[in-house]
Every structure is written in C-alpha cells, then in structure tokens.
C-alpha cells in the first residue's frame, strides 16, 4: 500500500504567493525526502529531512517533520512561474532499504 | 556525485515483444539500486530493489524481471510485454543510506 500521500492533490497559485502542500505516511521512517519533478522528466531531488529533525531550510524551500502526526510539509515561498511541476515525498522506512512515493501534488504557478 | 543513465529515452514496442532497458550509474560504488514505474499522471511504484550484485527484491508480482550483472548496472525486462507494461520506468541510486536520485528515465508505449 501506498506510504506517502499528500495533500492537495492539485494546487493553483499566483506567482509571488507562498504554496504548501503536506504529506502524510504511516510507519515509522529513518528520512522523508521531497522531490520535484517536470512534466515527462526524472525526479529531482530537493531536501531531505531525518526523522530527529523538526524543520530544514534550503533557499526558498522550508520542509517540517512532525513524527507524532505522521505528517510532514513543503513550503515554497515567493513562487515562481518555473516552481511549476509535481511533488513528491518518499519516506524510507525504518529498517528498510527502499523509499516508498506519495501520489504526488500537482503545482502550477500563474504568471 | 553520480550520474544515472537510462536507454533508451523512449520505446514503443508491440504487445507480446520482449523489453530490456538499462539502467547504468557513474561516480559512486555498491550503490543500491531500484526500478520505478509511473503510470501517467500518477505517482511511482517501486518495481524491484537491489542492495548487490545478483540480488533482487521484488515488490509487486507481475511480468517483468530486473536483474543486476555489474555493481553499477541494472535491468530491467520482460519475455513478453502487455498493453499495462506502458509507463514511465526511473531507475534510481542510493550510497550512503541518504538521498535517492534518479535517472531520466523511459517512456514505454505497448501498442
């Protein structure tokens, strides 16, 4: 069954606004990690949270990790036309060697 | 950091024909290997996971096979493919138990 699933689906936006989009998994994880991908590309990798840390930044990107909830976030500020593609979260479950992909959310940013 | 190579970059085979795609990394070592599939518009499925030569864990039973001959190669394959073989496939390596990156993956069309 499905691992990661996030949340929403589909998210449309001006350029200039900030977008989040949440995941949720269901077992205990060793690292979430969020990917971008393009349309009809491979996915690229964004930022990796371990399961001991609360909050990560990286540029424009702020990724939260609640293991209580099972849940994590992924928030774009200041969007960009270019910020337009899926995104995915890919947990690694403990003990486990494989990372398991969410459904995905479809972001489009409106110029 | 490594490199993923896919080819080729598209396929369309007929149904019933055989499949090999390939799958090769550069500029790391023992990495472990996976096969992924993405239905359009729809998140990814692993396929087949490999932590070595000659060792495969597959995920979800169906017709296809992967293989692994070399430390930095891996196979994807099929005797015989059906119309549900098309998709996206994204082969991806992991070295260090951190991050996952991914190739740019295949486009198989079953006509």
Redesign the interface.
């Known amino acids: 069954s499905?691992q990661g699933e996030e949340d929403p689906q589909a998210l449309s936006i001006q350029e200039g606004e900030n977008a989040t989009m949440n995941c949720s998994y269901k077992t205990s994880i060793?690292?979430l990690?969020w990917?971008r991908q393009n349309s009809?590309?491979?996915?690229?990798?964004l930022i990796?949270i371990r399961s001991n840390e609360r909050e990560k930044h990286s540029g424009r990107l702020r990724v939260t990790l609640d293991t209580s909830k099972k849940s994590s976030s992924l928030l774009i500020t200041a969007s960009r036309a270019a910020d337009t593609a899926s995104y995915?979260c890919?947990t690694d479950s403990s003990g486990t060697?494989?990372?398991?992909?969410?459904?995905?959310t479809r972001l489009k940013v409106l110029a | 950091s490594q490199t993923i190579h896919q080819w080729p970059a598209t396929l369309v085979q007929p149904v019933g024909s055989p499949l090999s795609l390939e799958c090769t990394v550069e500029g790391t070592s023992n990495p472990?290997l996976?096969w992924?599939r993405q239905a359009a518009g729809?998140?990814?499925?692993?396929l087949f996971?490999s932590?070595g030569i000659g060792q495969i864990s597959s995920?979800v039973p169906q017709n296809l096979s992967a293989s692994r001959p070399q430390d930095r190669q891996f196979i994807l394959s099929s005797k015989k493919l059906l119309l549900s073989d098309s998709g996206?496939y994204?082969c991806?390596c992991?070295t260090g138990?951190?991050?996952?990156?991914?190739?740019?993956?295949t486009?198989l069309t079953v006509l």
């Not at chain 1, 990372?99 to 995905?104: A, L, P, R, V």
Request: hydrophobic fraction near 30%; aromatic fraction near 24%; glycine fraction near 18%.
């Open positions: 499905q060793n690292n990690q990917y009809g590309r491979g996915l690229v990798h990796l995915f890919a060697y494989k990372y398991i992909f969410g459904t995905g | 472990n996976y992924y729809r998140g990814l499925q692993l996971y932590v995920e996206f994204l991806a992991r138990g951190t991050e996952q990156f991914f190739g740019p993956g486009r």
